[in-house]
């Protein structure tokens, strides 16, 4: 079939703009890259020379591992209470009728429609007052706070769509609730906790906003201590904070492709429904 | 152009060796037919036996693998679907949601641009003809299913399309349903005398409506014939299942219409392919249940043993859905959530509310005084309105067509997608700090800028409005995208492929199907994308002048709280940033209640 020219040109120009920003992404990032590399970089198209000894640097200046550690600790903790907290929600609103239904959906919605930054800083003042700020479990609260919302968003669909026919043939043929749960539910369950939890993985990583307002010294994620540097150019060499930008940018990225073999990639935006 | 496409008179409509292939499968072998004007022809068989197929490749919603279908002396598969004009009625009926019965059913007239007041006088009359004058003016998902089925072949009709196409119509209406509407489709066809295609799997309805039945397997045509000829003489052992042979006995060839089984001889008619299985001699007799005749043992007799009886009467309604009330114990295990909420995130606004109300010095209203008195404060409104709403607007025309563009699912599509994830996973710290490399008086950009003479000193990018408002669109667009595509690939596919057998072109599609069924979702993206935008904070600290032109709000609220402990100054700002993003959120989704909100599928299906 033919197509007309100016369909054409058009499908070209769509092509183009994508392409356009797409090239701009990757230049970006190969720069922050080569620049971690450069033994030398001053005005001049590539460094003169690469060199790891950035690296070396940035691990031992601004305690690499130690942030690592901090920033899984965190974000395990935030995927596994997220999950215990936010299934049996979804649960309840994919299979109950209970009064006040809808406020509660409305309730688990308002925390992703507000940016943290507007509710983090009340949050934040809040758990300073409760002596949890600077901690690591207010850094933990306070990531909880759009990701369980975000595990009850994706696994209420999820379940509505499990035959509720299962659940009873379980009962029928002699399970109590716990096996139920754990023979029928918890399979079937699988692939979307998994992608829940991994969407949530690779946001919690990717967190700066809360984890920067509640964070103390010793509870800081990459994220935020990446801010730290580049907040304050000068003190360190650029290179050095290009090698922590590329750790960083290896964490996230590993987590992501791990991630996209097992989501599609619009579930790691919030879809609303109305 | 239109005109002609839409003339009902044709001689004959000719399928030629038409062939669909999907990667190594043949969905379609070489299927030839002809149809003559007038016809009603259905094709018959199990699903995945091809015939959906055959009448997609002729409705033009399938390209052909090998060879060709002709209208009369003209070849029409090089034709897109709505320069076919051949009128489709699909399964699941896929009318347009966010259009009321009349607006549906007048759609194809509309794409052929005839005059308003023809186009309400054929409407009037097929709504007359389907019997649905009570609910002309309701829209789709206002109907029982059966009148939908009946909107959807009354929009086929109307157009008086040369050729008519059905895809298993009346699979999805409950068997009392479906023998009324069986007794309209004949009554239709026989009042407009309109050459139809019926696809269906059931054989009984293929027998009581066509004139000639195609019987389909494995993407080959096993026989045509009329009714009559399919029902008594079926051409081989497939046709013969397939019209209710339920028996089988194999015996060894005796003569060319005599089998012998046992001791017992069997005379038959020889059907015309006499396939074989178990060597040349062996054949399968077949005959219907009721062909057999219980008689006295004797030697005309085979003696049988009944091993089961099954009643031979229909059960005309489905076991009822029990309706009993659940006692909902499973409410409770919202609560852990719900008091989380609560404790998290209610409680903190509560009191940052309150404390906002209670300043340092002052009245009540201090804090909120202050603000729009002091500058340094109240420009920060109009500066994050400034860089928030550009940034939304760009994001949101850009997402459109890429998103539409990539609407379908394909490898080109699963690539983009996932690159397009990238940024938002490197997050807002990251992009600032690589656009403060790659932007900068030293980065690529100024130095293919300067290399392509298009300056002569390095372009400032960076530290100033251009620079936030860039790290807004690249950490933004990739979001707004996202929710774009789930929401285009969330239209139900079969509502544009309706659009364009009644002769919508690309533009139409977009215009009368995709864009009224997207703007809801598109308000929705809209606003997401602005509560973000609005609350920059790290890029713009560190890729704007925090201190001037890009001194957002976020910043004023930190530097409140974190710079001067001033967390009840601080509360009031987060407090007014709230408000204000709810208020836009409000604008714009108020604005939504203009444009069509049901469901975006195509009927109940």
Redesign the interface.
Same mark, same amino acid.
């Given at each position: 079939m033919q197509t007309h020219p100016l369909a054409r040109l058009w499908n070209a120009a769509v092509w183009v703009l994508t392409l356009f920003f797409l090239v701009n992404v990757a230049a970006m990032i190969a720069m922050v890259a080569l620049n971690s590399f450069a033994a030398r970089w001053f005005n001049s198209w590539l460094p003169s020379g690469l060199t790891l000894r950035w690296y070396e640097s940035a691990w031992g200046e601004f305690q690499l591992d130690d942030l690592l550690i901090v920033t899984m600790e965190v974000t395990l903790a935030v995927v596994v209470i997220a999950a215990l907290i936010g299934i049996p929600a979804a649960y309840a609103l994919a299979r109950a009728d209970f009064p006040g239904k809808r406020l509660a959906q409305v309730l688990f919605l308002l925390p992703m429609m507000i940016p943290p930054i507007t509710y983090g800083i009340p949050l934040a003042t809040v758990l300073y007052q409760v002596d949890l700020g600077g901690t690591m479990a207010g850094v933990v609260i306070a990531n909880l706070v759009p990701t369980v919302p975000f595990v009850i968003l994706v696994m209420t669909p999820f379940i509505e769509q499990i035959d509720t026919n299962l659940e009873s043939a379980a009962r029928i043929f002699g399970a109590n609730t716990w096996r139920m749960f754990l023979h029928v539910l918890v399979p079937l369950l699988a692939p979307g906790i998994l992608a829940a939890s991994l969407i949530v993985m690779v946001r919690t990583i990717g967190m700066f906003e809360l984890t920067f307002l509640t964070a103390g010294p010793d509870s800081q994620t990459l994220v935020v201590a990446l801010y730290y540097a580049a907040f304050a150019p000068g003190v360190r060499a650029g290179q050095s904070i290009s090698a922590m930008a590329v750790v960083y940018m290896l964490l996230s990225l590993a987590w992501l492709l791990i991630a996209l073999r097992f989501v599609n990639p619009t579930q790691l935006v919030t879809r609303v429904k109305s | 152009m239109q005109q002609q496409t839409s003339r009902a008179a044709f001689r004959a409509l000719r399928l030629d060796k038409v062939s669909r292939r999907f990667k190594e499968h043949w969905a379609l072998k070489e299927m030839t037919l002809a149809i003559e004007a007038g016809e009603f022809v259905a094709l018959l068989g199990p699903s995945g036996c091809g015939k959906t197929t055959a009448l997609n490749c002729i409705a033009g919603l399938l390209?052909l693998s090998g060879g060709s279908i002709s209208l009369d002396e003209r070849r029409i598969d #090089?034709?897109?679907p709505e320069k076919r004009g051949f009128g489709m009625v699909f399964q699941n009926y896929a009318l347009f949601p966010h259009m009321n019965v009349r607006r549906n059913i007048g759609f194809g007239l509309a794409m052929r641009r005839l005059p308003k007041a023809e186009i309400a006088a054929r409407v009037d009359k097929a709504i007359r003809m389907v019997q649905l004058e009570a609910h002309a003016e309701k829209l789709p998902g206002q109907l029982s299913g059966g009148q939908q089925q009946r909107v959807a072949i009354a929009r086929a009709i109307v157009i008086e399309p040369p050729l008519v196409l059905m895809d298993e119509p009346l699979s999805n209406l409950d068997a009392k349903l479906r023998l009324e509407m069986r007794a309209e489709i004949r009554r239709i066809h026989r009042e407009l005398g309109r050459s139809t295609i019926y696809v269906t799997h059931d054989q009984e309805e293929a027998l009581s409506l066509a004139d000639r039945i195609v019987v389909m397997k494995d993407g080959i045509v096993r026989q045509v014939g009329t009714p009559e000829a399919l029902y008594h003489r079926p051409a081989n052992l497939d046709v013969a299942r397939f019209m209710g042979f339920r028996n089988e006995i194999a015996g060894v060839a005796e003569s060319a219409n005599a089998i012998r089984f046992s001791d017992v001889r069997l005379e038959g008619r020889r059907a015309d392919d006499g396939v074989t299985s178990g060597g040349a001699n062996r054949l399968v007799a077949v005959f219907r249940p009721d062909d057999l005749e219980p008689v006295a043992a004797g030697p005309a007799a085979i003696p049988v043993t009944v091993t089961a009886v099954e009643y031979g009467g229909r059960a005309m309604s489905r076991a009822a859905s029990s309706g009993a009330p659940?006692i909902?114990?499973?409410?409770? !295990?919202?609560l852990?959530? #719900?008091i989380?909420? %609560?404790a /998290?995130?209610?409680?903190?606004?509560a009191?940052? !509310?309150v404390?906002s109300f209670t300043p340092k010095q002052g009245g009540a209203l201090a804090n909120y005084v202050r603000f729009f008195s002091d500058p340094n404060f109240y420009r920060t409104v109009g500066i994050t309105l400034w860089l928030a709403l550009p940034a939304t607007l760009i994001n949101v025309l850009?997402s459109v067509?890429?998103a539409y @563009?990539l609407r379908y699912p394909s490898r080109s599509q699963?690539f #983009?997608?996932?690159?397009?994830?990238?940024?938002?996973? !490197?997050?807002? /710290?990251?992009?600032?700090?690589?656009?403060?490399?790659?932007l900068g008086p030293?980065?690529?950009?100024n130095?293919l800028l300067l290399a392509a003479g298009l300056t002569g000193e390095p372009v400032r990018l960076v530290h100033n409005y251009t620079g936030v408002l860039l790290s807004l669109i690249?950490s933004g667009?990739p979001?707004t995208f996202? %929710?774009t595509?789930?929401?285009i690939?969330g239209v139900d596919p079969n509502l544009p492929k309706a659009a364009m057998t009644l002769g919508a072109g690309?533009w139409h599609q977009f215009r009368e199907i995709y864009l009224p069924l997207l703007l809801?979702g598109l308000a929705?993206a809209f606003?997401?994308t602005f509560?973000?935008a609005?609350?920059v904070?790290?890029s713009a600290? !560190?890729l704007g002048a925090p201190a001037g032109p890009t001194r957002v709000i976020?910043i004023a609220?930190?530097q409140s709280?974190y710079e001067d402990y001033d967390?009840s100054l601080?509360?009031a /700002?987060?407090m007014l940033?709230?408000v204000i993003?709810l208020a836009v959120?409000m604008f714009v989704l108020g604005g939504?209640r203009l444009l069509y @909100?049901g469901p975006v599928a195509g009927g109940k299906g």
């Open positions: - | 390209q #090089v034709l897109p659940r909902d114990r499973a409410a409770w !295990l919202a852990p959530a #719900v989380f909420v %609560l /998290v995130f209610i409680l903190p606004f009191y940052g !509310l404390l850009l067509p890429i @563009r699963r #983009v997608t996932a690159l397009l994830v990238v940024p938002i996973t !490197l997050g807002t /710290v990251l992009i600032a700090d690589g656009l403060l490399s790659y030293q980065g690529w950009m130095r690249i667009f979001f996202l %929710l595509l789930s929401y690939t690309p809801p929705v606003c997401l509560v973000q609005f609350s904070f790290p600290v !560190l976020s609220a930190w709280a967390y601080a509360s /700002v987060a940033m709230g993003q959120t939504r @909100r």
